[in-house]
């Protein structure tokens, strides 16, 4: 009888639980003209070029960057112009962690890495930062494209960390090079 008390209340714990947590629906989208496919939250769309600006003020803007109604919550995409190989991502992850540790020294670090998804090396940082009026999440992936390095990144606000990072893992992880 305590075994079946146990499990009855394991259940509506679990119950409780999912009917609070976010539920995000991802969709495949390919871009880049076709080069890659990433899954993105179905209701983002593309940051106006007027938030872009705003939220991006250097000339150096990401190529593209889905968005939340509000703006809060982003998924951007850089293909820049370094040259990159798959050689080079260590060497990208550990340049790159170095420089955001110099930029931001009171970042609270997460992860950074390097693994392999869908069959290539791809590097990632994880780490939330200080902002003018709150903390950001930030998971920045990137591997290489077409012999240039190809960075992602998905970022919220300190408020919709708990919801959001478990889906922006799964949007580093559904990324595919074609």
């Not at 780490?127 to 903390?135: G, I, R």
Request: proline share 3%.
């Amino acid at each position: 009888m305590k075994e079946i008390k146990i499990t009855t209340l394991a259940i509506v714990v679990l119950l409780l639980a999912s009917a609070f947590s976010l539920i995000v629906d991802l969709e495949s989208k390919l871009l880049l003209n076709g080069k890659i496919e990433l899954k993105i939250p179905e209701d983002f769309e593309l940051m106006k070029e007027d938030m872009l600006k705003v939220k991006y003020p250097m000339e150096s803007r990401p190529t593209l960057v889905f968005t939340n109604e509000s703006g809060g919550i982003n998924v951007a995409l850089n293909h820049t112009q370094n040259k990159a190989d798959q050689d080079m991502i260590t060497a990208y992850k550990d340049n790159l962690v170095q420089t955001f540790k110099s930029v931001y020294p009171s970042a609270k670090w997460k992860d950074s890495g390097v693994k392999e998804i869908n069959g290539r090396k791809v590097g990632y940082m994880e780490l939330v930062t200080p902002a003018m009026d709150t903390e950001i999440y930030n998971l920045l992936f990137f591997t290489d494209l077409e012999g240039r390095l190809l960075i992602c990144t998905f970022n919220c606000t300190k408020k919709d960390i708990k919801d959001w990072t478990p889906v922006g893992k799964e949007i580093m992880n559904s990324l595919i090079v074609k």
